[in-house]
């Protein structure tokens, strides 16, 4: 295994964060993601359809869904004439292989870097059909191959994917959704998302909020950048839920959130290009899936929801609300999972799952899979 990993990334695995500096193996990781993506877009619908997630956070997660998928176009073009001799030492993609199967954390910070002087990049490289007539002449007039103007054109390719946004960044501030109210108390949807420094990978949070403010919400000056900020402070993978709501609940007294959601996109398992233990590990080598097929991701959304409202003394006369939230009642986990309650799934071609199947390893039964056929139809088990 190590020796295959070694061949696949074109270094020896001597470290969690490995360069994918082997051509072909470059371009076919960028392949299954973006095969990866667009299967989990499929999974959203299939979890709506069980009513697991409304309309509106459906709407949310695959926008969300769709900037990975840009973001991994873009560096699919950064990237793609890794190991070739382009006259320009650009590195190669660093990825987490231990933990995340996904790109280092800072590639995006990079990433948002490369975004800001996109504009002008683009300004000094000639446009793509220039490019194209170059590469057309050298190859014909000096029969050569024409690496550094491929280079030169990938590069005007990622940078104008870049100019189009909608990726996702390291950060991706909260905004709002209205659902329902426009008096004294009115409803949304409050959604935000970062990269994951810790282990390298998207989350996303969901959180219904009341709000009873003078001024709703979206309009105030005052509270909305305060509640970006605050959001944005306590985006860490490691705090609980429980940590995160009572915070936003104590620091904000006419907000009140009734619903928080986060989800952890990933890690992504391939027997070719990552190095986790555990069972999926073994189901992935048993399998022995061809290219394409060779890869499994889990999904963990973890929910934490209010079940009451207690009122609470603030100054001399006034009393606010604060809520009380609702933890695991089953074996006592609530204390130490901070949430309502915790679902894993996983998403798996077919092959990798009838190995699953047939091994059944422990801490399996209770994971919902989402099995893909080659025709891109998921089924649910």
Do not use: C
């Amino acid at each position: 295994m190590t020796d295959r990993l070694q061949k696949e990334t074109g270094r020896p695995p001597a470290s969690d964060h490995v360069g994918l500096t082997d051509l072909f193996a470059s371009r076919r990781y960028f392949a299954k993601f973006e095969r990866i993506t667009q299967h989990l877009t499929r999974v959203a619908a299939v979890m709506q359809a069980e009513g697991r997630f409304t309309h509106e956070e459906i709407e949310v997660l695959t926008a969300y869904m769709q900037g990975i998928a840009y973001t991994f176009r873009a560096l699919s073009m950064k990237y793609l004439l890794v190991g070739r001799d382009t006259g320009r030492f650009f590195g190669s993609l660093a990825m987490d292989v231990r933990e995340s199967g996904f790109p280092v954390f800072n590639e995006l910070l990079v990433m948002a870097n490369d975004a800001q002087q996109a504009a002008r990049h683009l300004q000094t490289l000639p446009d793509a059909d220039r490019l194209k007539r170059q590469m057309v002449d050298q190859i014909i007039g000096e029969r050569q191959i024409p690496t550094r103007l491929q280079f030169a054109l990938s590069q005007r390719l990622y940078y104008e994917e870049l100019m189009r946004g909608h990726l996702f960044w390291a950060q991706n501030d909260p905004q709002l959704v209205w659902l329902e109210g426009l008096g004294e108390r009115r409803r949304y949807l409050l959604h935000w998302a970062v990269y994951d420094s810790q282990v390298n990978l998207p989350t996303v949070y969901l959180m219904d909020i009341e709000e009873t403010g003078r001024t709703p919400l979206p309009r105030d000056e005052r509270r909305w950048p305060e509640v970006q900020a605050h959001l944005m402070g306590q985006s860490l993978g490691g705090l609980k839920l429980l940590t995160i709501a009572r915070g936003f609940d104590e620091a904000f007294d006419d907000i009140h959130p009734k619903r928080l959601r986060r989800l952890h996109l990933g890690p992504m398992y391939s027997h070719a290009y990552t190095r986790q233990t555990g069972p999926i590990r073994e189901v992935l080598e048993a399998a022995r899936a061809p290219e394409g097929q060779d890869w499994a991701l889990s999904w963990t959304d973890e929910v934490l929801e209010s079940e009451r409202v207690r009122e609470e003394r603030s100054g001399w006369f006034g009393t606010v609300e604060r809520e009380v939230f609702a933890l695991d009642p089953f074996s006592g986990r609530g204390a130490e999972t901070g949430a309502t309650r915790v679902e894993r799934s996983i998403i798996l071609p077919e092959r990798p799952y009838q190995v699953l199947a047939e091994l059944a390893p422990p801490g399996f039964a209770g994971v919902t899979k989402f099995v893909v056929s080659p025709g891109g139809r998921v089924l649910r088990y």
